[in-house]
């Protein structure tokens, strides 16, 4: 009974929430069909509602600075608000299910169960988009010094930098799967449209969010200004200190690795342990 109680709650919320909606959105559209956005709407109220609790604006925040990384550098309010509404089905749509589960066996442990990680889903996704961002960092700083020492290559052999930087994304797929060639292909439109080069090239750094481009942008704007025999020095000795940091980077995900080996060998140890002894404990 608690579990049909619960299963009923929860309906009933969202048939009043999405009455809520439209009365202030409208009908719904052509057929009588009610679209995805339709849907979603009781979970952008409840989304918006939450934002008055300082742990569910903080969290979102957080979010929005992720989005806005793996974005292109932006994220407006309505893919923010998208985003979590998508979140708060899913959670809505795990305790539906745990608490119909509950009510079919008879037993309100399901119920609790599927509540309880039902809450978690939002932090998990919000968890899952850092895991990407940090994913999308290394990617550019493993990768930053192998595109400068090809620009290294071009420029020293007489290439200007628009040129040495458009035949580094050459060849590439499209779309492009690597982020920093992405960013660069980005910047190089953005001076296709007219843009100057120091504002590409500032944007470039500003999308990547990570210092190492920010310092590339920089150095390459500074020495384009002055050109002549000052620019191959410049990126010779920033392709120094980008390996440097890559050489420190990959050393830092051995060490990640090898500290998550460390437990499935403890748990293999332990079971050829079992296996060993205990026919020996058996035969006592």
């Known amino acids: 009974m608690a579990g049909l109680g619960m299963v009923a709650a929860l309906l009933l919320a969202y048939a009043v929430t999405y009455l809520h909606s439209l009365r202030g959105a409208g009908k719904p ?33 957080r979010t929005g600075i992720s989005l806005a990384l793996l974005e292109g550098g932006s994220c407006p309010p309505e893919r923010l608000a998208r985003w ?4 708060a089905g899913m959670a809505y749509a795990a305790l539906l299910a ?11 442990l399901a119920g609790g169960v599927g509540t309880a990680v039902a809450f978690c889903l939002p932090g ?30 071009l420029v020293n052999a007489g290439e200007n930098v628009r040129r040495a930087l458009e035949r580094c994304v050459e060849g590439r797929p499209l779309p492009d799967p690597h982020p920093l060639y ?9 001076m296709d449209r007219g843009e100057s080069m120091a504002f590409a090239m500032e ?48 050393k830092t995900l051995g060490e990640m690795a090898s500290s998550r080996l460390a437990f499935p060998l ?13 026919p020996a ?3 006592l």
């Open 281 to 283: 404990m058996m035969t």
């Open 182 to 190: 992405g960013e660069l292909r980005a910047a190089l439109s953005a």
């Open 124 to 153: 998990l996704r919000a968890r899952d988009l850092s895991r990407k961002v940090e994913t999308r960092k290394r990617q550019l700083l493993m990768e930053l010094p192998v595109m400068l020492s090809r620009l290294l290559v």
């Open 84 to 87: 979590a509404a998508e979140a």
């Open 203 to 250: 944007e470039f750094g500003r999308r990547c969010a990570l210092p190492e481009a920010n310092l590339f942008s920089a150095v390459l704007l500074m020495n384009a200004r002055r050109g002549g025999e000052e620019l191959v020095p410049a990126l010779r000795d920033l392709n120094r200190q980008m390996w440097d940091k890559r050489k420190a980077a990959a």
């Open 98 to 108: 745990a608490w119909l589960l509950g009510a079919v066996s008879g037993s309100w």
């Open 29 to 61: 559209q052509a057929g009588g069909r009610m679209g995805w956005p339709d849907r979603m709407a009781p979970f952008r109220i409840w989304v918006k509602r939450a934002r008055g609790f300082d742990f569910a604006d903080g969290m979102l925040r």
């Open 266 to 278: 403890v748990v293999v140890f332990l079971l050829i342990i079992v296996l060993v002894g205990a």
